[in-house]
């Protein structure tokens, strides 16, 4: 039976209408998760003057909370840009820019060693919206501007390939783009935006699959695009507006938590990776180590130039005697090295790689198979043990 006695009703209006704000004189380290679908308007007049260009008005729960800005501003300073646009991963991030800069008729340069989803998602533009796509090789440098169209729009870059580790001469193309007016944005997941700051070479728009380093944790997914321009912050705030894409402030949260102990997360997993590349390199089952603090890796003198760390990220190119199922046995062989893509967190992960079969527009010079190697936190030595055993077991 409903009670409808006013007394009732008063007290069911008044739980529904409790103040919610907290009382003053409490303060700690933490950024407050402050949710909302709803955001509420003082007056009409604020509703009314309200314009969906000025980041500082809260309009809507989908664009931003105070939670939400409090992160994005962070991950825009860490690499020296002026605004971020959160994204609910690093993908989503990816496609903003194609939505926010690219229409029917345009065309747009993308790298041959481009994380495949970018290729699957400029393969879909191409097939299904109107849009010329072109592979150029990632060490094209200043030759990018014979490839340059006038309706070129947009030309991706990737420092380094996140599986095959060329490091492109990003002056060199950012240089040819702006001569033609044509966008440059660049995916900066590999340097977390503490090793290599694009933004300041000039490249328009840096992307960060912050599901990686900046969460650390293996269990969140999120993206952002970083921009200094403002301009082109609105043209891809407009389009992120209109596919309603935003993302939940309970990850912001763990995201926030995690950034304080990033560079000192990435500096340990940077001195573990070039221990095992190096230690790698002397063995005689490995033909060649991509990684490009060593001299081996194309790109290494832009790499030694433009970066100020490699984080635990790196590739071997095992030697070509070696089957396919031989390879596979090893990956599978490892105990602390689990198989998995997703990096940036506390485990060790390692994956072979078909090169070969992800390539149309450079050649691809090594006949050994490729395995990837994401290096965590693990002791080293128990790292170098594993592999060591793994090798002893699956290639005799
Ligand atoms: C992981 C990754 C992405 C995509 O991030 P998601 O959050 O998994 O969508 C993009 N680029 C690079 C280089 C990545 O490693």
Known sequence: MTDSTSSSRARQTRIVHADPHLEPGFESFVTPVMRASTVVFPDLATVRAGDWRDDSQWRYGLHATPT?????????????????????????????????????????????????????????????????????????GGGIADLIRPNTRLIWIESPGSVTMEVPDVRAIVAAARERHVVTAIDNTYSAGLAFRPLELGVDISVQAMTKYQSGGSDVLMGATITIDHELHLKLKRARMRMGIGVSV????????????????????????????????????????????LPDCPGHAEFMRDFTGAGGLFSVIFDERYSHAQIDAFVEALELFAIGWSWGGAYSLAMPYDVVSMRTASRWPHRGILVRFYTGLEDEADLRADIERAMKSALG
């Open 68 to 140: 939400s800005a409090a992160l994005a501003q962070r991950i825009a300073a860490i690499e020296g840009g002026k605004q971020a646009l959160l994204q609910p991963s690093g993908l989503s991030a990816i496609s903003n820019v194609y939505f926010g800069i690219v229409k029917t008729g345009d065309d747009v340069l993308i790298p041959d060693n481009v994380y495949s989803p970018n290729r699957e998602h400029g393969e879909w533009l191409a097939h299904d919206f109107g849009i010329s796509v072109r592979y150029y090789d990632p060490l094209v």
């Open 250 to 293: 309970d990850d912001c949260s763990l995201v926030l938590r995690s950034l304080p102990s990033m560079k000192a997360r990435f500096e340990a997993h940077d001195r573990t990776a070039l221990g095992l590349a190096r230690w790698l390199k002397a063995r005689p089952e490995i033909a060649a180590v991509l990684h490009p603090a």
